[in-house]
């Protein structure tokens, strides 16, 4: 995410009052994914709100990978290459966005230099060695985990991509509670950083997470696997996030790319080792 404008650029102070809910939406799927949404509110309030919509534009990007997945599965594609069209159009509508955010953190937290020169390593353009390694074993992971869903049939499969997708946007809330501080001054992490209540985090992930557990239950799955699996990518993504404080002094934009995908593949891990059936 470190390659999103600097919304810190046009932060318009005094206008949080009275926000209407359109301009955290819109500010969601126009800053996460490749729909051309018009964004026309850049303060912190609305990139707070933003971060509690995510979930939504989650659920879009999700759906439309799933829909991939599912249509290569009635082809007689196969269940690794229904997951690998999932992980791939996922990619796409985000152009690679928390990809490229994993692999900066990759790179930063596997240099062993302070924080100031990890941060520095964050905002070079190229990938290093760490990072390349961490994105291809996340990439793999994501794969294997979701061909198991698509395995048992093209619906399970497509409730596993939503789910994990739903899971990666939920993280981004986490990322920013109150306490947790910016690494630097500048990008979208110190725009979103400390907008969200811890309560209202919570609040959006049990919702999303009630969600899903209806529509496993719906489909023959056991309705706790779902909502099990999406709380532990979310803290997976947290102990990620716990990491990053303590090593980079804060979060940045690439903290949280790291952090939704650090939560997708968690989510798809555990739903490969939960039990399926109820």
Known sequence: MGRVRDVTERHTAGRAGGLPPLHGLRFAFGTLTVLRVRVDRWDRPTAG?????????????????????????????????????????????????????????ADGLGSGRPAEDALRIMKQSDIGPFGVLVLVLVLLGQAA????????????????????AVAARCALAWGCLRPVPAARPGGLGAAVAGT???????????????????????????????????AAGVGCAGLLLRRCVRRLGGVTGDVLGAMAETAATGTLVALALLPAAG
């Not at 985990?145 to 994990?164: C, E, I």
């Not at 959006?204 to 696997?225: E, N, S």
């Open 49 to 105: 709100a933003a971060m509690l919509w995510a979930p939504l534009a989650g659920l879009v990007v999700g759906a439309a990978g799933a829909a991939c997945g599912a249509a290569v599965v009635l082809l007689g594609g196969g269940p690794l290459l229904a997951a690998v069209a999932a992980v791939g159009t996922g990619a796409a509508l985000t152009r690679g966005l928390h990809l490229d955010g994993l692999a900066d953190v």
């Open 145 to 164: 985990a979701l061909a198991g869903a698509y395995g048992g049939g093209a619906r399970r499969g497509a409730l596993a991509a939503v789910t994990a």
């Open 196 to 230: 969200v209540a811890p309560g209202a985090a919570a609040a959006v992930t049990a919702g999303w997470a009630v969600l899903a557990g209806a529509a496993a239950a719906a489909d023959g799955w056991a309705a706790l696997c779902p909502p099990a699996a999406l």
